[in-house]
């Protein structure tokens, strides 16, 4: 048993001991986050100054990341320009190779108009009904150089019977020529009323039907138009292929494999001395 005073003494002694612990762990406590402070200030210290393992480590793979991403953007640029400059080069090739077929086709064309007007010139020629002696005076008349101031030259005439002066031109006989054909055409034109009817003419009978409309062909029930490729074919010789040039009213122009143009008038397909079909091969 224990008095007042002892338990009083004792309760005191008790207070004393919590009191010296309280201050004990709050030295303690101060001192653990002073040394956590510490320890954390010098690692941020050791990260600003890229010492820290934390640090190096996840750096290093972000370094391996960003060269390996680097070096295949690079290989896709290059793989890009190489591409780039494919498509270029392959629309140069095909406008030069447009441009040659384009400058071909157009030199066909024309030579084959040139070579229609020949013909038709050698036909109109052939069919005036003048001698042709005429032709020859012209010819040889315009060959000669004459002298400008000589007293042969042809001068225009003035009339002093009306109050302004007129000229006279005198034509020449190839004028003359070109004149009398021009005018035999319109009166063929004109109709047979006003032409000499001529004898009749016994037709053949065409075996096919051919006949040229806006620059097309139309052959036993087909079309065929320029650019198109045919296979002609005539008895006792072997089938040739061919491209169509050129479809005018009476005649067809085409061009062989080795470069050679030849033409077919619309008749010989008409009686079938020739056929043609179309070659898709």
């Not at 400059?85 to 392959?90: G, I, L, M, T, V």
């Not at 409309?213 to 005539?234: A, F, N, P, S």
């Given at each position: 048993e224990m008095d007042d005073e002892d338990c009083e003494r004792r309760r005191m002694e008790c207070l004393d001991e919590m009191s010296n612990l309280e201050k004990q762990f709050t030295d303690l406590k101060d001192q653990l986050y002073k040394e956590r402070l510490s320890q954390v200030d010098a690692k941020l210290q050791e990260v600003i100054a890229g010492k820290a393992p934390e640090y190096l480590e996840p750096l290093a793979a972000l370094q391996e990341n960003m060269q390996i991403r680097t070096k295949v953007a690079g290989i896709y640029r290059e793989l890009c320009l190489e591409s780039v400059?494919?498509?270029?080069?392959?629309e140069i090739q095909a406008s030069r190779q447009h441009c040659e077929s384009e400058k071909l086709l157009l030199y066909d064309t024309v030579q084959s108009e040139l070579e229609e007007k020949i013909r038709r010139l050698e036909e109109d020629r052939h069919s005036i009904d003048i001698t042709s002696e005429l032709w020859n005076d012209e010819l040889q008349s315009r060959k000669k150089r004459k002298d400008p101031f000589s007293p042969d030259k042809k001068k225009p005439v003035f009339s002093l019977t009306f109050p302004c002066p007129y000229i006279v031109y005198m034509l020449q006989d190839l004028d003359i020529l070109e004149d009398w054909t021009t005018i035999r055409k319109a009166m063929a034109t004109l109709g047979p009323h006003r032409?000499?009817?001529?004898?009749?003419?016994?037709?053949?009978?065409?075996?096919?039907?051919?006949?040229?409309?806006?620059?097309?062909?139309?052959?036993?029930?087909?079309?065929?138009?320029?650019?198109?490729?045919?296979?002609?074919?005539?008895?006792?010789?072997?089938?040739?292929?061919?491209?169509?040039?050129?479809?005018?009213?009476?005649?067809?122009?085409?061009?062989?494999?080795?470069?050679?143009?030849?033409?077919l008038y619309i008749s010989q397909l008409q009686k079938g001395k020739y056929s043609i079909k179309h070659n898709h091969n």
């Open positions: 400059k494919n498509k270029y080069e392959c032409v000499k009817p001529e004898p009749p003419v016994k037709l053949e009978k065409h075996l096919h039907s051919a006949r040229s409309e806006e620059g097309r062909l139309y052959y036993d029930g087909e079309w065929y138009g320029r650019g198109q490729t045919i296979c002609i074919d005539k008895k006792d010789e072997c089938p040739t292929s061919a491209i169509i040039t050129t479809i005018n009213h009476d005649e067809v122009w085409f061009k062989r494999p080795d470069g050679s143009k030849s033409k």
